[in-house]
C-alpha cells in the first residue's frame, strides 16, 4: 500500500538557521509528492508539490526534490524565519479509481525562535 | 483564489448528540473530502464524494456519514457524537482529475 514516513517532530531552531524535515514514501506506480503547512489555528494549505523523479518544487524559499531512486521528497530553506513556525505535512497522491486521494504523514511541529 | 469555508471553527456537543458539520467550496470543484485531523496521527480520511449524491468511505468511516445534495457542500455527521471523536475536523476540494486539493480552516469539535 501507499505510505509517508516523515521525521517526527518537534524541530526547534533558531532565526536564520537550515532546515531539513526528512520525507519518505512507499507507493506503487509514480505518485504527485506534496508538502502542505499549517499554521496556527488554521487549515492546511499547500507549500509545495513535484508531478514526477527529479522534479524541484519549490515556494517561499522552500525547496524539495522528488528522489525516484531513494523515495524521498525532503523539505528544505535555507534561512528559516520566526513566522515559518508551523506543522509541516508531507503527502502523496495516488488514483482511486477515477480520481486522486492523498495519503499523509504524521506531521512535523517547526518551531522557530527569534 | 479557492475558498473552502466551514461552518464552525470550534464547537462543543455533548456525548449522543447528532453533529452536523458543513462545508462549502466556491470553486465549482466536482471532488470534496472529510479529513479528521489527530496529534501523532496526521490526517485520516473519513469519506470524500466525486459527485452530487454520490459518497465513498475513506479509511475510518466507521461511526461517521456524509451527505452531499448540492455540488458547493458536503456535510459530515456524527450520528451519535462520542468523545473518541473529539478532534479536529478538516474539509477539502479538488477538481475533477487533480491531485491537488484546497483545505478549510477545520473544526474543532469537542464531545464531553
Known amino acids: 500500500g501507499n505510505s509517508v514516513t516523515q521525521m517526527e517532530g518537534p524541530v526547534t531552531l533558531s532565526e536564520e538557521a537550515f532546515l531539513t524535515i526528512n520525507c519518505t514514501y512507499t507507493?506503487?506506480?509514480?505518485?504527485?509528492l506534496f508538502w502542505y503547512v499549517q499554521y496556527p489555528g488554521e487549515g492546511l494549505q499547500l507549500l509545495l508539490k513535484?508531478?514526477?523523479?527529479?522534479d524541484k518544487g519549490s515556494n517561499k524559499g522552500f525547496e524539495a526534490t522528488y528522489r525516484k531512486e531513494t523515495t524521498s521528497f525532503h523539505l528544505e530553506k535555507g534561512s528559516v524565519q520566526v513566522s515559518d513556525s508551523a506543522v509541516y505535512f508531507c503527502?502523496?497522491?495516488?488514483?482511486?479509481?477515477?480520481?486522486?486521494?492523498?495519503?499523509f504523514g504524521k506531521g512535523t511541529l517547526l518551531t522557530v525562535n527569534p | 483564489d479557492v475558498k473552502v469555508t466551514q461552518s464552525s471553527r470550534y464547537l462543543v456537543k455533548r456525548t449522543g448528540e447528532k453533529v452536523f458539520l458543513e462545508c462549502v467550496q466556491d470553486?465549482?470543484?466536482?471532488?470534496m473530502f472529510w479529513y479528521r485531523q489527530d496529534p501523532g496521527l496526521g490526517l485520516r480520511l473519513i469519506y470524500f464524494?466525486?459527485?452530487?449524491?454520490?459518497?465513498e468511505k475513506g479509511d475510518i468511516p466507521e461511526g461517521y456519514s456524509v451527505s452531499r445534495e448540492k455540488k458547493e457542500r458536503f456535510s459530515l455527521i456524527l450520528e451519535s457524537a462520542s468523545t473518541n471523536q473529539t478532534s479536529m475536523y478538516l474539509c477539502?476540494?479538488?477538481?475533477?482529475?487533480?491531485?491537488?486539493?484546497?483545505f478549510g480552516p477545520g473544526t474543532r469539535l469537542t464531545v464531553l
Open positions: 477539502a476540494s479538488s477538481p475533477w482529475g487533480s491531485d491537488t486539493q484546497y
Open positions: 503527502a502523496l497522491s495516488y488514483r482511486g479509481g477515477s480520481n486522486y486521494k492523498l495519503t
Open positions: 464524494s466525486y459527485d452530487v449524491k454520490m459518497k
Open positions: 470553486m465549482d470543484h466536482e471532488n
Open positions: 513535484a508531478t514526477k523523479a527529479d
Open positions: 507507493a506503487t506506480g509514480y505518485p504527485s
